[in-house]
């Protein structure tokens, strides 16, 4: 247990629909990340909060959007799902402050979209 | 952060050391190793990292060039379990915007 929970593990779900997924990170830390990967394609970075605020942005899609809430658990929200959509999405929280700010990942919330 | 070149893929006998290597020729002063590694399908998982000098813990050895334009991480008795594909990632590892960026890394593929 890596201290970051991811929920849910598994979800499918219909073309067209929303669905939201959801992080705690590892206690202590104030960073959180996400992450895409697609069937047999790299990771692939979204987007980043430190302490509620948006920090960085990668290939987020507009479709999709997060935030990271006062008690530092954060969500991803994907609406009008497409096929494509289909992928592991995972979390992961790093102290985001001095020192190495080591990045800790969770196990991931497997989403398929039929 | 500096771009970093890996082997695609390995193999190594388990009970041997496994020695993968990282070129990142264009890798700045401020600019930390770190290597990640996932295990099939399961969320990557931290190993270790340096800025010029040796490092070592409980998991795995880190040797980076004097030049610091590669490094090598050892794994030194490999066993089936550590099959996995190991990312090299080079980073400025402070301050409140730091993401990892993973690129293809080096599939190591550990057998009897």
């Known amino acids: 247990d890596s201290g970051v929970t991811q929920t849910p593990k598994h979800l499918i779900t219909a073309t067209g629909q929303r669905v939201t997924l959801r992080c705690s990170p590892r206690?202590?830390?104030?960073?959180v990340y996400w992450y895409q990967q697609s069937l047999d394609q790299g990771l692939q970075f979204l987007i980043q909060?430190?302490?509620?605020?948006?920090?960085a942005k990668g290939n987020i899609l507009e479709r999709f959007s997060a935030q990271q809430f006062p008690d530092l658990h954060s969500e991803l929200n994907l609406s009008s799902l497409e096929l494509g959509d289909s992928a592991l999405y995972f979390c992961?929280?790093?102290?985001?402050?001095?020192?190495?700010?080591?990045?800790?990942f969770g196990a991931g919330s497997r989403l398929t979209v039929l | 952060d500096a771009k970093t070149t890996q082997p695609p893929s390995m193999d190594c006998a388990e009970g041997r050391a496994a020695n993968l290597p990282c070129n990142h020729s264009?890798?700045?002063?401020?600019?930390?190793v770190y290597w990640y590694r996932q295990i099939h399908s399961q969320g990557p998982q931290y190993i270790i990292h340096?800025?010029?000098n040796n490092e070592t813990n409980e998991m795995a050895s880190l040797i980076i060039t004097e030049d610091r334009k590669s490094s090598t991480l050892i794994l030194p008795h490999a066993t089936l379990r550590d099959t996995a594909v190991y990312y090299c990632?080079?980073?400025?590892?402070?301050?409140?915007?730091?993401?990892?960026?993973f690129g293809t890394g080096t599939r190591l593929q550990v057998t009897l």
């Open positions: 264009t890798i700045s002063g401020n600019e930390y």
């Open positions: 340096g800025l010029k």
């Open positions: 992961a929280s790093s102290p985001g402050s001095l020192g190495a700010n080591v990045l800790t």
């Open positions: 990632i080079v980073r400025v590892p402070t301050g409140t915007a730091s993401k990892l960026t």
């Open positions: 206690s202590g830390d104030l960073s």
């Open positions: 909060y430190y302490n509620g605020e948006e920090r």
